[in-house]
């Protein structure tokens, strides 16, 4: 079985700063395989080691980009392809047609694994977009996957049920978090992930002539949270009183 | 923060501008998970509630034991800095696996120096990977750094050694699958490899410990224990040469231990000085803690730099007893000193919360076990004496 595993190596989220504006402070910021995309790796090893077969990591980032690539190969992958792209500075649907592009000249894979959504910007809009770009079945929030023979069968997590869906091989699934625990490599094999076929691939080689991006992010910012700071004074029955009907007149209790 | 920060990063990149980059991805893989799966572990094992044996094991799955060795044996070939600064990070998230594995490590290291090509094949590959697990017999109930008292003998009988004795403070001990034991034959203290079980060796309870509560420590008893002739490691009458040679490198690996314990207990006392108040503001506002957090992070990247500059020299082949001393010295009692702050910073909370105060307690062992700070005080006097001739 040959499974393709879409990776990004994104800002790490828990050492990301903000400027006085509120806007991230992404030069020189600290980063690392998107969180979630270590699940998908580990559940592409999963497939591989029940079907036998291959797994290969598929990438746009810049050369940085090599060390979540490393990080996948150590943990069992055999080959990864890097797109070499600023993501920065491509939006999320040209992301998406590089990917495919990739795809589609190391292909035909029977399985594309994706995780929900990157730990930076997490849109989760590339996943969907590959299923369209490469007209193959889709399944979200996969928190199972199986294969026996030609046929996917998924269990996705939604909010308030699971829904349990087949479709023909090859698909592509984007997985929660709860999938698997993905494995440590260990220390013998971070060094010899190093010796592994890792391509680099240039955007104009794979998708010529593409036009100007189809979308433009405007701006982005960290989330505020305006505090109100009222401060109820009384006795504890004043105060608590005096709370009970600020929370109701704020509509956030239940009539 | 992540246990394998940018400054260690920094400091790899200085002292290995070639190979930073390996090692660094190394021990960043082995310092989260360490965060994970040790970290968070920690405080249980001190309170008694959790067994080391489980976590040692996921460790040496890992990988944990094979830094600093040969390919042929199994390791990975990787510089004794690297091996030291997986001990620091180790020392981090939890410090009695780290001298147990401390131990464990300076066994194989002895076997890699001094043990034959078939004691090697033998043993090595399986105490790298972790199967077994080893344990350092030297210290006795009436000698400790004085091995020239060793009561412990051995007896050549036939095509083999029976050996009679007890000793002391032995970390692993009742756990262990190997033990190096040192003792006396007619020529003079000599080193043995005893497999357990062994009908001849049994073991003391568990030592009520001060710290380090994870780490057995107990002591051990040789009533007519025979062990075949083939293992003897390297000659007899030479066991104190090769105790000493192994303990020069185990002091370095102690070092960056306690530089390890000292780092969590610094980045304690600062989260610790961030938010608690005092007078209306912060008390890291205050100059008399901030005077503390200076002195704090000066000692910790002191005592890295000297057991890395130690194992340096070490690497580099030249004689290293003097530096491997000086580290451990400085780190022990740097550490110790860090803790006693990080207490002090922390008041009553950190003289009657086991999660602060078990820091000092684990460096407390440090400062005696595997040479005194007065023995080593006298071991680099003379060393620099006789340099400076």
Redesign the interface.
């Given at each position: 079985m040959k499974v393709a595993v879409c990776v990004k190596h994104a800002v790490d989220e828990a050492e990301l700063k903000v400027d006085s504006s509120g806007s991230p402070l992404l030069a020189g910021a600290a980063s690392k395989m998107s969180t979630f995309d270590k699940n998908a790796v580990e559940e592409a090893l999963r497939l591989k080691s029940a079907h036998s077969g291959e797994v290969s990591i598929i990438t746009v980032g810049t050369v940085e980009a090599k060390k979540s690539m490393k990080e996948a190969l150590a943990m069992g992958a055999d080959r990864g392809v890097l797109v070499v792209a600023d993501p920065l500075t491509v939006e999320t649907r040209r992301t998406a047609e590089l990917l495919a592009a990739a795809i589609r000249k190391g292909g035909p894979y029977d399985a594309v694994l994706c995780s929900e959504g990157s730990s930076d910007i997490y849109s989760g809009s590339v996943p969907p977009m590959l299923g369209e770009l490469l007209g193959l079945p889709y399944f979200g929030y996969a928190r199972k996957v199986e294969v026996n023979g030609q046929t996917a069968r998924v269990e996705r997590a939604l909010e308030d049920s699971v829904e349990v869906v087949e479709a023909p091989v090859p698909f592509i699934a984007s997985v929660v978090s709860e999938i698997n625990e993905p494995r440590y490599p260990t220390l013998i094999q971070i060094m010899q992930a190093g010796k592994k076929p890792m391509e680099e691939l240039a955007p104009d080689a794979i998708l010529p002539g593409s036009g100007p991006a189809p979308t433009l992010v405007a701006s982005m910012k960290a989330q505020t949270m305006a505090r109100k700071k009222v401060v109820f004074e009384g006795t504890p029955e004043e105060s608590a009183r005096k709370l009970v009907e600020a929370l109701a007149a704020e509509g956030v209790l239940p009539r | 923060m992540a246990i394998y920060s940018a400054e260690h990063r920094r400091l790899m990149e200085i002292f290995h501008p070639s190979g930073s980059q390996?090692y660094s991805?190394?021990l960043t893989?082995?310092g989260?998970?360490m965060e994970k799966e040790i970290l968070p572990v920690s405080p249980r094992v001190d309170a008694g509630e959790a067994k080391i044996a489980p976590l040692r094991k996921k460790l040496f799955?890992?990988?944990?034991c094979?830094?600093p060795f040969p390919e042929e044996h199994g390791g990975?070939g990787l510089p004794f800095s690297v091996y030291a600064n997986a001990i620091e990070l180790l020392g981090t998230a939890d410090a009695s696996i780290a001298l147990s594995v401390e131990i464990h490590n300076a066994v194989a290291e002895g076997l890699n120096r001094f043990a034959s090509p078939a004691q090697k094949k033998k043993y090595l590959p399986s105490l790298l990977s972790g199967k077994t697990l080893a344990s350092f017999t030297l210290t006795e109930p009436a000698s400790g750094s004085d091995a020239a008292t060793m009561a412990t003998v051995a007896e050549k009988r036939g095509k083999e050694y029976v050996i009679r004795g007890s000793k002391m403070f032995i970390t692993n001990a009742g756990e262990a699958d190997l033990y190096m034991v040192f003792a006396k034959t007619k020529v003079g203290p000599s080193c043995f490899l005893v497999d357990a079980p062994n009908p001849g060796m049994t073991f003391g309870a568990d030592l009520k410990k001060l710290g380090m509560k994870g780490s057995r420590t107990s002591e051990v008893f040789f009533s007519d224990c025979r062990v075949p002739e083939e293992n003897l490691v390297g000659a007899e009458g030479k066991g104190a040469d090769y105790a000493k040679e192994i303990l020069h490198g185990a002091r370095i690996i102690v070092a960056a231990l306690n530089v390890g314990i000292a780092q969590i207990a610094y980045d304690k006392s600062v989260a610790y000085a961030r938010t608690r108040r005092a007078f209306g503001k912060p008390i890291s506002e205050f100059q008399l803690i901030r005077e503390k957090i200076a002195d704090m992070k000066t000692a910790v990247n002191a005592g890295r730099l000297l057991y890395f500059y130690a194992s340096m020299v070490k690497e580099s082949g030249a004689d290293f007893s003097s530096e491997a001393s000086q580290a451990k010295v400085f780190s022990t009692e740097m550490s110790l000193g860090v803790c006693d702050s990080a207490i002090q910073i922390q008041g009553g909370y950190g003289y009657t919360t086991d999660e602060l105060h078990r820091h000092w307690r684990d460096a407390r062992l440090l400062t005696i076990g595997e040479g005194t700070s007065e023995v080593l005080r006298m071991l680099i006097a003379r060393r620099e004496m006789a340099r400076s001739q």
């Open positions: - | 390996e991805e190394v893989s082995l989260s998970f799955d890992q990988g944990m094979q830094i990975l």
